[in-house]
């Protein structure tokens, strides 16, 4: 595709309720991240996928968050049990080769939770 | 862990008048990524710098890398009402070579 694609745009979710983030790279890109990006703060990373494997989630902030790739293209970001605190826009990001954080990352226009 | 600082957190200027950003790390950079994000935007990245003392210009703007490779700027001249946004710097460094934003600066333009 021409670029990064996630949807949905805009999610609303019930305390402690489950929620699916989808994240579409921009085809043949190798590498894929996920990042957390609160009010007025910089993005902040989650994981990493190179192809299928994830091979860094030390962002992750709790046993709830849960991502996975298994075709090596989409990507899901899973929240488990949602508090008011992930409340936040959700950022998929894709970059060509494997060089992980080295390289030039184009970003989707993100995924607006909001968490009653 | 590794953190980078950015200076200032917010910036409003005149239209016409120059604006520059900060980007300070405690340890030194193997690189650094600057990113713009348009208000309701995603992050879009516009420049990498990888050698001490690099400075790269884009038009208007000129990124400048510090000799010891621990500082980033990014200088805008004369500044127009489509520079407004946030700046982010994106810097690299340590062992694991996790790339780590700063907080960004934003920057608002009176037309």
């Known amino acids: 595709g021409a670029g990064v694609s996630q949807s949905p745009r805009y999610k609303v979710a019930k305390r402690g309720q489950d929620v699916a983030l989808r994240c579409d790279p921009i085809?043949?890109?190798?590498?894929l991240f996920w990042y957390q990006q609160a009010l007025g703060q910089g993005p902040e990373f989650l994981t990493y996928?190179?192809?299928?494997?994830?091979?860094?989630k030390s962002g992750l902030p709790s046993d709830r968050f849960f991502a996975e790739r298994p075709e090596g293209s989409v990507s899901t970001l899973k929240i488990q049990r949602t508090q008011q605190e992930d409340s936040a826009v959700y950022l998929c990001a894709s970059s060509l080769g494997g060089g992980g954080h080295q390289e030039t990352q184009y970003f989707g226009p993100g995924t607006r939770l909001l968490v009653l | 862990g590794q953190q980078v600082m950015q200076i200032p957190q917010y910036q409003h200027v005149q239209e016409g008048e120059d604006f520059t950003t900060y980007c300070n790390s405690s340890?030194?950079?193997?690189?650094i990524q600057w990113y713009k994000q348009r208000p309701g935007g995603h992050p879009v990245f516009l420049i990498q710098?990888?050698?001490?003392?690099e400075v790269k210009k884009q038009k208007r703007l000129t990124f400048q890398f510090g000799e010891a490779k621990k500082n980033s700027s990014l200088h805008i001249t004369a500044t127009q009402t489509t520079d407004v946004g946030t700046y982010f710097c994106r810097g690299s460094g340590g062992s694991n070579y996790k790339l780590t934003f700063g907080k960004g600066t934003l920057l608002t333009v009176n037309p």
């Open positions: 340890t030194t950079l193997s690189n």
């Open positions: 996928f190179q192809n299928e494997a994830q091979l860094d």
């Open positions: 085809s043949g890109h190798v590498s």
């Open positions: 710098l990888v050698k001490s003392g």
